[in-house]
């Protein structure tokens, strides 16, 4: 499956996890998209593309359980968490319960609307190694209140790469009446996801990273009964439109102004590669190479992984916590010496190295890190022991 891939050659790409990548046949599919959108602009956005936005969503709706009607394509999550954020109606002193496990610019999007509407943004600590998924929804509960109006949770963290219980954390939030916005943006085309079953208020994931779709396509779902109070976060031609549809809430989110919709319009294709490529089988595979090494790479630098190493936590991408004088030079030294990129991030005082593997990786990839380590643990002192 390299072969497939536009990746350059002469990097071992152990970052899939970050934006993706996209394979020859849909990005050719991006490309035919955009000349046409140039051959003929007018005719092209004023009637081809609502007619090509329901083609893009059926198989969309489809792949992610949800009725087509109730979600929007988005650039990417943190742009639909925008949405959600700036039409919510809390009072100061409300709070939004989350863990301290969320990603970078989910918690500054936060802190913007905190910091103007007097809302308080709990970041309840999910303390490492997770023990069990018992423990991990035992201690998220821990900081409900009678103020907690909201849960905010990414179902696959960024920096510690954990698969997050969302379902039963919904189950429990809808029992006790509160909001549910769920960050899904690894989890499409990585874990199984049935978004009726999770039955979340709020749920954004993405195409461009694990579904292999071009760079800037993404999704906002919106459970029926909350579309009528979400405001579009870009007032434009679609609101109180001279030739409404039938969904004021699609008429609000999808028509924002000139924009080129061509990653979206990808999607019946990045689902017909999947599906010709078997990609079930291909993700397994890859996540036994993920589990299969991780402890191996813990011992490496003496650490302790940070949660059981099975498919309850881990998928595709696992975290190896690290002790290093400079997280930024360790990084740019893989890179420029080692010709790897992966991503050394900090979380709460802690910083982790993740390794993503996709069916263009094998397992001499994850060699050539092991041997890199090995070398930089020996001749420098970037990692310490």
């Given at each position: 499956m390299k072969s497939q891939f536009l990746l350059d050659e002469t990097i071992t790409f152990l970052n899939h996890g970050s934006f993706g990548a996209c394979p020859k046949p849909i990005f050719e599919e991006y490309l035919r998209l955009q000349l046409e959108l140039e051959k003929e602009p007018v005719n092209f956005i004023q009637k081809k593309l609502p007619v090509y936005l329901i083609e893009a969503k059926k198989p969309l709706a489809k792949f992610i359980g949800c009725d087509a009607e109730d979600f929007f394509f988005t650039p990417n999550p943190t742009f639909a968490v925008n949405t959600i954020m700036r039409?919510?109606?809390?009072?100061?002193?409300?709070?939004?319960?989350?863990?301290?496990?969320?990603?970078?610019?989910?918690?500054?999007?936060?802190?913007?609307?905190?910091?103007?509407?007097?809302?308080?943004?709990?970041?309840?600590?999910?303390?490492?190694?997770?023990?069990?998924?018992?423990?991990?929804?035992?201690?998220?509960?821990?900081?409900?209140?009678?103020?907690?109006?909201v849960v905010f949770l990414n179902q696959i963290s960024s920096a510690t790469a954990l698969i997050f219980p969302v379902k039963e954390i919904c189950d429990k939030a809808r029992q006790l009446g509160l909001i549910t916005i769920v960050d899904g943006a690894h989890v499409p085309g990585h874990i199984d996801l049935n978004i009726s079953e999770l039955n979340p208020d709020f749920y954004t994931g993405t195409l461009h990273k694990?579904?292999?779709?071009?760079?800037?396509?993404?999704f906002l779902y919106v459970k029926k009964e909350l579309q009528a109070s979400i405001d579009p976060l870009v007032v434009s031609w679609g609101y109180e439109s001279l030739a409404p549809s039938e969904s004021q809430f699609l008429d609000y989110h999808e028509y924002?102004?000139?924009?080129?919709?061509?990653?979206?319009?990808?999607?019946?294709?990045?689902?017909?590669?999947?599906?010709?490529?078997?990609?079930?089988?291909?993700?397994?595979?890859?996540?036994?190479?993920?589990?299969?090494?991780?402890?191996?790479?813990?011992?490496?630098?003496?650490?302790?992984?940070?949660?059981?190493?099975?498919?309850?936590f881990l998928g595709q991408m696992a975290s190896i916590p690290l002790k290093t004088n400079s997280s930024l030079e360790?990084?740019?030294?893989?890179?420029?010496?080692?010709?790897?990129?992966?991503?050394?991030?900090?979380?709460?005082?802690?910083?982790?190295?993740?390794?993503?593997?996709?069916?263009?990786?094998?397992?001499?990839?994850?060699?050539?890190?092991?041997?890199?380590?090995?070398a930089i643990i020996k001749t420098t002192n970037l990692i310490l022991v």
């Open positions: 039409s919510l109606n809390l009072q100061p002193d409300d709070e939004i319960l989350t863990t301290n496990h969320e990603y970078g610019a989910m918690d500054r999007t936060w802190s913007f609307y905190c910091k103007r509407s007097g809302v308080k943004y709990k970041r309840q600590e999910i303390s490492l190694p997770i023990v069990s998924k018992a423990q991990l929804i035992e201690e998220f509960w821990k900081g409900y209140t009678s103020k907690t109006k694990w579904m292999l779709a071009p760079k800037g396509s993404s924002q102004g000139t924009n080129d919709h061509s990653a979206y319009l990808c999607t019946p294709k990045v689902i017909a590669f999947l599906e010709e490529n078997n990609w079930k089988e291909k993700s397994l595979a890859c996540r036994k190479l993920v589990q299969g090494n991780y402890q191996r790479f813990c011992d490496l630098v003496g650490a302790q992984p940070i949660c059981p190493i099975n498919d309850e360790l990084k740019e030294l893989l890179y420029s010496k080692y010709k790897i990129q992966i991503p050394i991030m900090p979380l709460n005082g802690a910083i982790y190295m993740r390794y993503s593997m996709n069916v263009y990786n094998s397992q001499e990839d994850l060699e050539l890190l092991y041997h890199a380590i090995t």
